[in-house]
């Protein structure tokens, strides 16, 4: 297999840098300045290697659909391997998840900026409802009784909170908010559970 290109390379170290000052200023605050510097590059490389504003930020779509893609194929691999709802919780709620939170705040921003660009409303609901299909495909083999109507609320129910704990990462909130969370999750998931 070949190695990547410097070229190759340069650019995905650009979108990280990108990905970070997009969750931490804003879309419209992710500055060419304040991505070059947080890259450690100078700014007309940023032009090079990603294009102008419009192609920049179509790049940082498909990096954050991408890396969206790829937690939700490790959620979804793990997930195969649970045997009740509240497992999917934990799975999903655990301490050394892996989950990246720039990500998630990301997403919101590219989400709140669709307005100015309409391009991104697909890919990005569409990398919500894959995410939301696999809990709800978990919860179905787990709970196969449950009413389908039930299982998709209950979906909804878990993810909101999960993503949550994400799009708060800033706030720095109190860690017993994490456990409340994942308590109101629980909560929901144990409604498919049947009693033995």
């Known amino acids: 297999m070949p190695r990547p290109s410097l070229k190759d390379q340069r650019t995905e170290e650009i979108l990280d840098a990108y990905l970070t000052c997009v969750a931490r200023f804003g879309l419209e605050g992710a500055t060419q300045a304040r991505i070059a510097a947080e890259a450690g590059v100078a700014r007309p490389l940023l032009r090079h290697n990603l294009g102008n504003k419009d192609r920049m930020i179509a790049a940082l779509t498909d990096h954050v659909i ?45 989400t709140a900026s669709v307005a100015d660009y309409p391009e991104m409303r697909a890919p990005l609901l569409a990398s919500l409802t894959r995410f939301l299909d696999v809990i709800e495909a978990a919860l179905t083999q787990v709970a196969p009784q449950a009413p389908q109507a039930l299982l998709r609320v209950v979906t909804q129910g878990i993810a909101a909170p999960y993503i949550n704990l994400d799009a708060m990462t800033p706030l720095k909130p109190p860690a017993a908010w994490r456990d409340e969370l994942k ?5 929901l998931a144990a409604s498919l559970e049947t009693p033995k």
């Open 66 to 110: 991408k890396g969206f893609a790829t937690s939700t194929e490790a959620l979804e691999e793990a997930a195969a391997h649970v045997t009740r709802p509240t497992d999917l919780v934990d799975l999903l709620f655990a301490e050394n998840g892996g989950s990246d939170p720039r990500l998630m705040l990301a997403w919101q921003a590219l």
């Open 183 to 187: 308590q109101a999750a629980t909560i």
